[in-house]
Nanobody
């Protein structure tokens, strides 16, 4: 069992930055690929970024490339999402998730564990 707890959300002005954290606890959480999804009001949850178990491979949705950076510290069992140049379209609840043996980071049903989410609000 793996428990995931997100933090770092908040209210920021357009052009600002936030860093989200996802702390994992439980057995061998470093075995899992980790991903961030987000869900804006009235929209479906969408893929944002993913990182492999070792941290050697990352993937991003096109809208955040060059602005967001995903990283992980396996010694601390924590995954980060550094978000720069935020705009109002980034407003959403951000969720982290953990999965094994993934065929495609974007397929949500593959993920075994989810956090409760953290709200990010970007004002214009």
């Amino acid at each position: 069992q793996v428990q995931l707890v997100e933090s770092g959300g908040g209210l920021v002005q357009a052009g600002g930055s936030l860093r989200l954290s996802c702390a994992a606890s439980g057995r061998t959480s470093s075995r899992y690929a980790m991903v961030w999804f987000r869900q804006a009001p009235g929209k479906e949850r969408e893929f944002v970024a993913a990182i492999s178990r070792s941290g050697g491979n990352t993937d991003y949705t096109d809208s955040v490339k060059g602005r967001f950076t995903i990283s992980r510290d396996n010694a601390k069992n924590t995954v980060y999402l550094q978000m720069n140049s935020l705009n109002p379209e980034d407003t959403a609840v951000y969720y982290c998730a953990a999965g094994l043996n993934l065929s495609n980071y974007r397929i949500q049903w593959q993920y075994n564990y989810w956090g409760q989410g953290t709200q990010v609000t970007v004002s214009s």
